[in-house]
């Protein structure tokens, strides 16, 4: 393991590992994969075609699975969340009509779509339990899914190799030292769930 991070450190490098299904000190790509770029932005998606790293894919089969792989704490400050409104019962009753998981999702109005979709980033972005009535709905419409990981000891990020976090399914990045180098750049577009022991700027 890197010999530059504390004791505590590489302990909690290992603890998002383990929840990740990976030993202490696997990881799933080094700096030099970042090299063998060659000169431009390094792409990291969850679609293995798309990405200039190779994701390790994980199948997540339920909002509660994923919340454990990504979420922040229940007890986290939340106000920045938006939560969607109160579950219609109706709802429910068209998840408990339904013959199949297909139906129901062929029965979902835009509207009551666009809300199950909040209330699953509400799940895990902000305290679950204010959105636990749509838990059921949200593993009917959006599950089983995926989460994409990438593990690494140590990573620079330079000028000529900007990195370019690219939106699709969450993904979570588990380092242990990130070295920003000057005009280098880190750009997120979404559903990324980052930890890092130690951000070094040049």
Known sequence: MNDKLTETEAKAFAEVNQRLGMGPTDTT???EHMLAKGSGPVHMSSDPLASHIPPKIIP?????????LVGIPDYYNDSHVDYPPPL??????QLTAANSTEEFRQSVSPEMHENIKKAAVAYVQGNSNKVKDYEPLINAAMF????????????????????????GDPQVHNYGTITVEPGGRIQVSEH???????????
């Open 60 to 68: 997540v089969a339920s909002i509660a699975e994923m919340n454990k």
């Open 29 to 31: 790509f080094t700096q």
């Open 144 to 167: 089983p899914g995926k989460v994409a990981a990438f593990v690494a000891e140590n990573i620079t990020v330079t000028a000529e190799n900007p990195l370019i976090i690219m939106p």
């Open 192 to 202: 990324v769930t980052l930890t890092c022991q130690q951000f070094i700027m040049e």
């Open 88 to 93: 219609p019962q109706e709802h429910l009753n």
